[in-house]
């Protein structure tokens, strides 16, 4: 799988060279963002067993810090140079993990959904009717990409490579994470959290770092996410993108970090060409019915079928080696 | 079985550089439109879209000698949705012109992504936000048509002069629309010596209105209601049951034919209400029938008569097509010719009136008076009061004083 890896990210660098711009900007760099905000939320079901509707909320918590920071047409915010921004639209963003987390730390399953829902919600009421920080339904717009050591990330090239930097960053990060120590009483929580008890570690802390640490992933794609649509708004933060983000995650798999990337590219493909491909009255429809598809022939995802199916190839392979050996044998 | 993947991986790359190269056409103009295709504005949005199909339907699918490709992209009323639509007709469809979007805070979002695209005209569908033209305008973004103040003009007046309100009280939705038609509304009536002592904010898709109705102060003569479609039915219900009986003046897009023929006994509230519209569905004017008549008989499955969106995208489709006539298709050097035409441009709408822009690249208007009648069968409807002609976006105040105001919000404009 890592030179999977490895040659997929090698891909990723040199495609570029062959594709459009728009092909670039709205559907490669589009579906990165959306990938890494998707992995938050593959990281916090694969690990700790629970299904977060919160995640574009913390994604929305570290644009929005972005939007404040920076320069901007509403007249709102303070202006501080990009490094600060960022840095703390990642920590406010991990901090609102930490706060979910800790809202949410005994519920799992469908109460765990109720809760993180509820907070997604009365934070996309709040952005809407709050004008001195949020702006309310207009937010902000003519946010621009900052220009970083010299380079500026306005340009799509370069925007398209830092966002592949971040998306490959967050990936590391979560496969470190999991195997770390903490990762591992994540995972041990989620297996048996009476025994990790008894063992003498506290659940609490180790269900709020998860969380925390999944609010500092989805900050990254929030960061990113803005300066992508130079603009956020209550809109960014409602219903329709929470949902959105299931589905790219059901659909790519949930198991390893690559599926939640899977998944927002065929989202993205989906949801852009549809409506070429089919009477627009009705595009939504279409779209329903191919994630229902995939779905049902992929309870895995994308990804998981993929692997499931290179298992059974590799098993087939080696009982046709092992039949053929015993064969020559027996001659 | 890495080889077979780096094969899939090599083939979806090649399949994906071939997708990518653009079609080149030559004597084709492509027009992409930007219309709410989804949710609860969907069949609206689909009567915009056919407005501006009728455009082009009547001159023969051609302008100028050549071919016109329309290319439907929906939004979902969200600005990040139009801007993404609009990324995708520019970019991948390689659009000359834009028509849309339909509400208005994606008109602002268009607004300011026309600025980074100048190869590309943008005109404005039916979203009727203030600032889309009135502020940080875009030399490539018009809009024939008016704004959401531009569509009250006359209503003030009309309430306190005829109708002798001397106070009202506000309740409207919490956005930029709402924000833009109490503007149009407030400026002439407080103008005219009316106070509006409260203004009453909420949330689209408010169910409970029992606070507000509560708080509606007793000194008030009539309530201005600027909210639409379930808001306005849930609002007029609650205000009836709970025994209010203050006369009703109506937004734009509060007192549709839809709620008249809406069951229940709020509808007695909204006899003699009076409202702002630059649409009326069954206006008795020459042009209107002839606009109506070409509008069904091109869509036997549309609406039973043309919407405000059909109207609205119909007068863009009109001007992008009048405009490209005039400069006989030419888009070289950035749209050049066609821009300068398209501002000095003057036609006559399907309401009889002479559409032409000002300088901010903004319609100058007709707008109606209408009133809500009880017809004989006891149903309602909406009858033309009057005619406002030549209604600019500064609502024939001084431009400078006007623009004083300030931009609109919740606070502003005040006079309580």
Redesign the interface.
């Given at each position: 799988m890592s030179?999977?890896l490895l040659?997929?990210v090698v891909?990723l660098i040199i495609?570029p060279a062959?594709?459009?711009?728009?092909?670039l900007?709205?559907i490669l760099t589009r579906s990165i963002i959306l990938g890494i905000a998707a992995l938050s939320l593959t990281f916090l079901t694969t690990y700790l067993g629970v299904v977060s509707f919160a995640q574009i909320t913390l994604a929305g918590v570290a644009g929005y810090t972005i939007a404040y920071f920076s320069p901007n047409?509403t007249g709102l915010g303070i202006e501080l140079p990009w490094l600060f921004a960022v840095a703390l639209a990642l920590l406010f963003s991990t901090l609102a993990g930490a706060f979910v987390g800790a809202i949410a730390k005994k519920s799992v399953g469908i109460y765990s959904i109720m809760i993180t829902l509820a907070i997604s919600m009365a934070f996309f009421?709040f952005t809407?009717?709050n004008?001195s920080i949020f702006n309310?339904?207009?937010?902000f717009?003519?946010i621009t990409a900052p220009v970083a050591f010299g380079v500026s990330l306005e340009d799509s090239l370069v925007f398209y490579y830092a966002t592949l930097l971040s998306a490959t960053a967050a990936g590391y990060l979560v496969v470190k994470f999991t195997s770390s120590p903490l990762g591992l009483a994540v995972q041990g929580v989620k297996d048996a959290a009476r025994r990790v008890r008894a063992i003498g570690i506290p659940t609490t802390p180790v269900i709020i770092a998860a969380y925390a640490f999944s609010g500092f992933i989805a900050g990254m794609s929030g960061v990113l996410n803005v300066w992508q649509?130079?603009?956020i708004?209550s809109?960014?933060v409602?219903l329709?993108p929470t949902i959105d983000l299931l589905i790219i995650a059901v659909i790519g798999g949930m198991r390893h970090p690559l599926g939640a990337f899977i998944g927002a590219i065929t989202y993205v493909l989906i949801d852009?060409f549809v409506?070429?491909l089919f009477s627009?009255?009705r595009?939504?429809m279409i779209i329903g019915l191919v994630l229902l598809f995939i779905v049902m022939a992929a309870p895995q995802g994308i990804l998981g079928s993929f692997l499931s199916a290179?298992k059974r190839?590799?098993k087939y392979d080696n009982n046709a080696i092992k039949r053929k050996i015993k064969n020559d044998c027996e001659i | 079985m890495i080889v077979k993947f780096k094969k899939i991986i090599l083939v979806g790359a090649v399949a994906i550089a071939c997708l990518s190269q653009p079609i080149l056409a030559a004597d084709k103009i492509k027009i992409g439109v930007i219309s709410i295709l989804e949710g609860a504005f969907a069949s609206l949005g689909q009567d915009g879209v056919r407005g501006a199909e009728l455009a082009f339907k009547e001159a023969g699918g051609k302008v100028a000698g050549m071919d016109v490709e329309i290319i439907v992209m929906s939004s979902d009323a969200s600005p990040d949705s139009a801007v993404n639509a609009a990324r995708k007709l520019i970019d991948h469809d390689n659009v000359d012109i834009i028509i849309g979007p339909l509400s208005g805070s994606e008109g602002i979002a268009l607004r300011d992504l026309s600025k980074g695209n100048k190869g590309v005209t943008f005109v404005n569908g039916s979203s009727a936000a203030q600032d889309a033209t009135f502020r940080e305008g875009s030399d490539n973004f018009f809009r024939f048509g008016g704004d959401g103040a531009q569509w009250m003009a006359g209503v003030g007046t009309y309430a306190f002069e005829e109708l002798g309100y001397k106070k009202v009280a506000v309740v409207a939705e919490d956005y930029s629309f709402p924000y833009t038609q109490v503007l149009g509304f407030m400026s002439e009536y407080c103008a005219a010596g009316g106070r509006v002592p409260k203004k009453f904010w909420t949330p689209i898709g408010t169910k409970d209105y029992s606070s507000v109705v509560y708080s509606i102060p007793d000194d008030v003569d009539a309530i201005f209601v600027a909210l639409g479609g379930a808001d306005a039915v849930n609002f007029l219900t609650q205000y009836d049951q709970a025994g209010g009986d203050k006369p009703i003046i109506g937004g734009t897009i509060t007192i549709d034919q839809s709620i008249l023929d809406s069951k229940g006994p709020f509808k007695k509230l909204l006899i003699g209400a009076p409202a702002g519209t630059p649409t009326v569905s069954d206006y008795e004017g020459k042009e209107w029938k002839e606009f109506t008549a070409s509008y069904l008989s091109n869509f036997p499955e549309g609406m039973t008569s043309p919407t405000i969106f059909a109207h609205h995208y119909y007068m863009a489709g009109k001007a992008v097509l009048l405009g490209l006539e005039q400069v006989d298709g030419d888009l070289s050097n950035q749209h050049k010719a066609l821009r300068a035409s398209l501002n000095n441009l003057e036609f006559v709408t399907p309401t009889g009136g002479t559409m032409r822009l000002d300088e901010n690249r903004n319609g100058i208007i007709d707008n109606f008076v209408t009133e809500v009648y009880e017809r004989e069968d006891g149903s309602l409807g909406n009858r033309v009061l009057k005619l406002v002609s030549n209604v600019n976006q500064t609502m024939g105040q001084d431009p400078t004083a006007f623009r004083a105001i300030g931009a609109v919000s919740r606070e502003n404009p005040s006079c309580p």
């Open positions: 030179r999977t040659l997929i891909i495609l062959f594709i459009s711009d728009f092909w900007n709205q047409t009421y809407r009717q004008y309310g339904w207009t937010g717009s003519g649509q130079e603009r708004s809109f960014s409602g329709g852009t409506i070429d627009r009255d595009f939504n290179q190839i590799r | -």
